[in-house]
Antibody, heavy 119, light 108 residues
Framework: QVHLVESGGGVVQPGRSLRLSCAAS????????MHWVRQAPGKGLEWVAM????????EYADSVKGRFTISRDNSKNTLYVQMNSLRPEDTAVYYC????????????WGQGTMVTVSS | SYELTQPPSVSVSPGQTARITCSGD??????TYWYQQKSGQAPVLVIY???KRPSGIPERFSGSSSGTKATLTIIGAQAEDEADYYC???????????FGGGTKLTVL
């Protein structure tokens, strides 16, 4: 069974940092680009970031550029996102997703982890 | 910033055809992807590269794209198809990915 499981969410004060993890099972992470997508409570989906299969290319939404860093450890089959200088508007469920075609076809999604930025 | 525009809601009766549109300036050159999200669940890919259907997605789901508009069509919509549907694509530079605002499909 192919699975993605996110972890690391929680409540954090504005300006602080948090790192989310996404553990892959049932497939080899190194074969696929990976994405983070978030969804604020009651709102639509928002793309956050993408990393190439080998980690050499990263792309970010303008809303998180300079604050978030996507990374991967293919030896651990795990994807990460380091979130710094968090703002209340970053409050959302964060999903990791696998891109099976290398072109934004996100075929496997995790169940999501909730991040709440509040004082 | 780049935007994809979807109607907020579409409503059909069971067995009818539902069409959900997505408009964006770069769509003549860039693929569109469609995701279904049921309440409380993670999204599911239903169409990729404008018109291809992943394995396991029912044949009643199809996609097309013409000019600046992409369309998700559900022929013979069923109650289980009630969900939010999002289009997803990239700007003409190819690095700013965006979701449309989402369309709530009601089948009743």
């Amino acid at each position: 069974q192919v699975h993605l499981v996110e972890s690391g969410g929680g409540v954090v004060q504005p300006g602080r940092s948090l790192r989310l993890s996404c553990a892959a099972s049932g497939f080899t992470l190194s074969g696929f680009p990976m994405h983070w997508v978030r969804q604020a409570p009651g709102k639509g989906l928002e793309w956050v970031a993408m990393i190439s299969h080998d980690g050499t290319n990263e792309e970010y939404a303008d809303s998180v550029k300079g604050r978030f860093t996507i990374s991967r450890d293919n030896s651990k089959n795990t994807l990460y996102v380091q979130m710094n200088s968090l703002r209340p508007e970053d409050t959302a469920v964060y999903y990791c997703a696998r891109d099976f075609r290398g072109g934004d076809a996100l075929d496997i999604w995790g169940q999501g982890t909730m991040v709440t930025v509040s004082s | 910033s780049y935007e994809l525009t979807q109607p907020p809601s579409v409503s059909v009766s069971p067995g009818q055809t539902a069409r959900i549109t997505c408009s964006g300036d770069a769509l003549p050159k860039i693929y569109t992807y469609w995701y279904q999200q049921k309440s409380g669940q993670a999204p599911v890919l239903v169409i990729y590269e404008d018109s291809k259907r992943p394995s396991g997605i029912p044949e009643r789901f199809s996609g097309s794209s013409s000019g600046t508009k992409a369309t998700l069509t559900i022929i013979g919509a069923q109650a289980e198809d009630e969900a939010d549907y999002y289009c997803f694509s990239t700007d003409s530079r190819g690095n700013q990915r965006v979701f449309g605002g989402g369309t709530k499909l009601t089948v009743l």
